[in-house]
């Protein structure tokens, strides 16, 4: 299953290089130029060290016993990565959070109480705690997640724009302020300016709102080049057996994030899917 999930994750990505303006890049293009010659270890480090003193939000996933998420429920992990989406266009709650599996499934929400510590992170990430059933032998699991804790994933996004950089690029007041909140440091690894011999990056964060069709700026985060470094190595493959690079990506990704291969795996299937749904459809992008 993995041999096959990885064949199309790379053919895929083949074809879409061709297909997509400035092959569907996210970020700056003179990112992996850039990148600083940081030995991993020192950036896997640091990333544990925040992990251990950024607050874990634990709750029961909301709505599981509802259009047929039970099935998708009853087969998660513990340890298992979950993706956490805004959900601007839910007519129940326009801050609803969706959680999802990595590969897009849909498992239910964040309670609401919780919402207001997560729409800021556009897309987040959570791990599985635990899996059980109650009284009534219905499935539910509880979750845990980071909120002020970045991943090293994949955000898509239709096309890329010169104004995007002139508007959330190094020389924009955006970066600035960013900068200053971040205080200096990777909201993903935690390294500092300190140690790095290219400045930090900017790196949007973005929401999507599927009945709109829009894509919105939830914040301008701000990263380490070696984490733009890596995104960009994701997603992009030479030939449908893939290249060093981006298996070292994906290596370093779920050094990073803490995932299993696989979540990995599913979280690029989903991208791509989402991405293609996003030029199909022609969706809106605002900031």
């Not at 039970?70 to 709650?93: C, F, I, R, T, W």
């Not at 898509?156 to 900068?179: D, N, R």
Request: proline share 5%; net charge neutral; charged share 25%.
């Amino acid at each position: 299953l993995s041999a096959i999930r990885s064949t199309r994750i790379a053919s895929q990505l083949v074809a879409r290089q061709g297909r997509l303006p400035g092959g569907a890049a996210l970020l700056n293009r003179h990112i992996v130029a850039a990148a600083p010659r940081l030995p991993d270890g020192d950036i896997i480090t640091s990333r544990r060290a925040v992990e251990r003193l950024a607050p874990t939000l634990r709750f029961t996933i909301a709505g599981v016993t509802f259009e047929d998420r039970q099935k998708k429920v009853s087969e998660l992990v513990k340890g298992q990565a979950l993706m956490l989406l805004h959900d601007p266009s839910n007519v129940y709650d326009k801050n609803a959070v969706a959680v999802r599996t990595m590969d897009g499934g849909d498992l239910g929400f964040v309670p609401r109480d919780y919402n207001a510590q997560l729409l800021d992170q556009g897309i987040s990430f959570a791990k599985v705690l635990s899996v059980g059933q109650n009284e009534a032998e219905k499935w539910g699991a509880v979750i845990g997640t980071q909120p002020g804790l970045l991943s090293c994933a994949l955000q898509p996004m239709p096309f890329q724009t010169p104004l995007l950089e002139s508007k959330l690029g190094l020389e924009s007041q955006a970066y600035v302020k960013a900068l200053a909140k971040s205080r200096g440091s990777c909201e993903v690894t935690g390294i500092t300016q300190a140690y790095l011999s290219k400045r930090l990056e900017p790196m949007p964060c973005w929401r999507y709102d599927y009945k709109n069709r829009k894509i919105e700026l939830a914040r301008l985060a701000i990263v380490c080049p070696q984490v733009l470094s890596c995104q960009e190595h994701l997603r992009r493959i030479s030939g449908p057996d893939g290249d060093r690079e981006h298996d070292e990506a994906v290596e370093l990704a779920c050094r990073i994030n803490s995932w299993e291969k696989l979540d990995m795996e599913d979280h690029l299937t989903w991208f791509l899917d989402m991405e293609e749904k996003l030029v199909q459809e022609e969706w809106s992008v605002s900031f």
